[in-house]
């Protein structure tokens, strides 16, 4: 039979002391139990002192404060998905995208959308970009003082950001756009196969919850990749645990994975059904109340950053971003991270994250003495 | 999902179990030492475990796209969005009773002042927009006579572009 193992008790060749418990290396993590649970208990995140600089209802911007002198007129704004809460872009002083720009010189600003209440369902992609985002835009405008804005937006932020910018393309200078989904006909993401109108029905599920519930989305999640979620991530901390140093990003990393917030409705409705399901941005037909976006519009400088793990959002669905813009400066970077070491992984930050501040730094106008 | 195919199409768990004991059959070059050191047999143990989670990995995977899994997904969703609408219809048909706005009352009440905020700002928006317009026309003829007169003057030489951040 050519399926079965060539040697199927060559596994059983091992030495005896490979299934001899280790008690010593047990007992030494009961000894650290204390340890990690002081650990658990001090975790912050949010490494970058900050300021709200502009509000409204449950938005807030952030406006990131750092020693380094600013090199570069345009401001940047981060943009960051409905799902989950934007600090994953600054987690730690070790693991942050917004320090890495703020070293560069540049003058930072992060969208935080605020948690969706139940009064919240109504809100609509519409709300987001064309109020919300606009609103945004224009405060940093006028409170640095320049004309356009740099976006980088990420993940889902990055979609609503492609939109926002094909609606109002002399106001951004420079796009980034980091793992985020643009054309959905690739449905290698199993994502894609669970929201497919066969199997999902989002009408049913807004009109019967409201919002999109947190814990349900974030078990939808976990069970992307059960077996590396809920099976390895713990044998993994078990073997690490009496490195503080790894529990110190263990226990940041995890209060984020589960710091999930609801979407509100109506978005939540409109994005699955206009983008997993019919796939509209790439054949330009989703409308934001009564304008159409238009990728082709997009005539700024373009960053598309992929990451060739992403599980989440695969390299397939923003590939094609590039195409579809009206620009002549895209670039694509793929990198090897997952969807979210594309933003918190050592090598992203050691490797990726340079090259794309020189990016930004050379298509940003300089602040003249 | 099982079938009488032949060998190439067993069940998915027969398939992964087959498949995650076929590759342990091939330890590593340490683990074919005579006297294997600890380390080599904590590479052993590592080694199962990576090929244990692949394979497993692969099979909640192929699992997780089947029609059986969707079906499941589907029905299971079904059942616990009409056991939550019939919750809250009994619920809310309670707080009728007692004259009690329900929850439905007030997210109806949130949209309402969702559309009539939406109308006061597109019409603010166009207010906004014909200002603009009228005041640019005003401006335009201002403007010119601004600089017919200007250039009759004599000015110093004009100041660089004034910085204007904060």
Request: contains cysteine; neutral net charge; hydrophobic residues 40%.
């Amino acid at each position: 039979m050519s399926t079965f193992p060539q040697n199927p008790f060559a596994a059983f060749q091992m030495p005896q002391q490979a299934f001899i418990p280790d008690f010593e290396g047990f007992r030494e993590r009961m000894a650290a139990m204390p340890k990690v649970m002081e650990i658990a208990s001090k975790v912050r995140v949010g490494a970058t002192p900050r300021d709200v600089s502009y509000q409204e209802d449950k938005l807030k911007v952030y406006h990131y404060q750092s020693d380094v002198p600013k090199a570069h007129r345009t401001p940047l704004i981060m943009v960051f998905a409905l799902v989950n809460r934007p600090y994953i872009l600054d987690l730690l002083p070790h693991k942050s995208v917004v320090q890495q720009f703020l070293k560069a010189g540049f003058d930072v600003f992060m969208i935080d959308w605020g948690v969706p209440t139940d009064n919240d369902r109504h809100l609509t992609l519409h709300h987001y970009v064309e109020r919300y985002m606009h609103n945004v835009v224009n405060h940093v405008r006028e409170y640095t003082g320049e004309d356009q804005v740099s976006l980088l937006g990420y993940c889902m932020g990055g979609t609503m950001s492609a939109m926002y910018t094909s609606l109002h393309p002399e106001l951004i200078k420079n796009f980034i756009l980091m793992a985020a989904p643009i054309d959905w006909s690739d449905r290698s993401s199993l994502l894609c196969t669970w929201s497919d109108e066969k199997w999902f029905d989002v009408d049913k599920v807004v009109d019967t919850f409201g919002n999109a519930p947190p814990q349900w989305l974030q078990g939808s999640f976990a069970l992307l990749k059960p077996v590396s979620n809920l099976m390895e991530k713990y044998i993994g901390f078990y073997d690490k645990m009496t490195d503080e140093k790894f529990l110190e990003d263990f226990f940041a990393m995890e209060t984020w994975v589960n710091d999930n917030i609801p979407i509100a409705g109506e978005t939540f409705r409109q994005f699955v059904k206009d983008c997993f399901q019919k796939n509209l941005l790439v054949q330009g037909k989703v409308r934001l109340g009564n304008k159409i976006i238009k990728l082709e519009n997009i005539t700024c400088p373009v960053l598309n950053l992929m990451a060739s793990g992403d599980h989440l959002v695969p390299c397939g669905q923003s590939a094609p971003f590039n195409d579809l813009v009206g620009s002549k400066d895209r670039q694509a970077i793929n990198f090897p991270a997952g969807h979210i070491g594309l933003s918190v992984g050592t090598k992203a930050q050691k490797e990726l994250w340079p090259k794309v501040c020189e990016w930004l730094a050379k298509r940003s106008d300089p602040i003249e003495d | 999902m099982s079938n009488n195919n032949g060998a190439t199409n067993t069940d998915p768990f027969s398939q992964f179990w087959t498949d995650f004991f076929g590759k342990m059959g091939a330890p590593p070059e340490a683990a074919r030492m005579a006297t294997p050191s600890p380390a080599a047999s904590n590479e052993m143990i590592k080694q199962m475990q990576r090929v244990f989670f692949d394979a497993m990995a692969k099979y909640c995977e192929d699992y997780m796209r089947s029609e059986q899994f969707l079906t499941m997904m589907k029905q299971t969703m079904d059942k616990s969005l009409a056991f939550k609408q019939q919750l809250d219809q009994f619920l809310g048909q309670a707080q009728k009773g007692m004259q009690s706005p329900a929850r439905a009352d007030i997210d109806d009440l949130a949209g309402t002042l969702l559309k009539i905020e939406e109308r006061v700002l597109d019409r603010l928006d166009a207010l906004e927009k014909k200002v603009n317009g009228k005041a640019a026309a005003v401006e335009v003829p201002r403007r010119a006579k601004r600089d017919a007169g200007a250039s009759r003057a004599t000015r110093p030489s004009g100041r660089g572009k004034s910085a204007k951040r904060k």
